[in-house]
């Protein structure tokens, strides 16, 4: 017995909905196959990462590099740079600084070399949570000790800059991709 062609299509219609192909899904995406649902769309899954994004993550891993092995390495020295005064006390402090950002240097090596957009957010909300803190520590010691150190200025200016462009970044890689 043959089929007559508009039972085949309302079995097809039926069969494709079984499998749950065919229709659109939660992204309005209408996949072809199942194949091609459980594999899904690479595009789909692809980061559009920022313009300057890597550079900038480059700059902060090799920034927290270098200070982390310059407050390990020569604590005196780098107290010296940001305050301009000799160090009072003892240089353990100082390389228990290097010693944590040394942690944070992998932590933003690591993001580097990722594509997931969940690991570069939170590398980015670390940094701007460690710029911010440093900002208010350096700000309460000059106010402490009521001297404007040229090299302590700078680096406010600076901190404020880098919690800028890390609060960028972090918006901009958690923004969803616009629909074509």
Known sequence: MKKHSQTDLVSRLKTRKILGVGGEDD?????????SQVLGNEIKFAVREPLGLRVWQLVSAVMFSG???????????????VFDEESAGSKTPIRLYGGALLSISLIMWNALYTAEKVIIRWSLLTEACYFAVQFLVTT????ESSRIATGAVLLLVSRILFILISIYYYYQVGRRPKKV
Not at 27 to 32: F, K, L, M
Not at 71 to 77: R, T, Y
């Open 27 to 35: 992204d309005g995406e209408v996949h072809r196959s199942k194949i």
């Open 67 to 81: 200070i982390a092995i310059m407050a390990l390495a020569f604590p005196d020295q780098l107290y010296e740079a």
């Open 140 to 143: 309460v010691s000059l106010v």
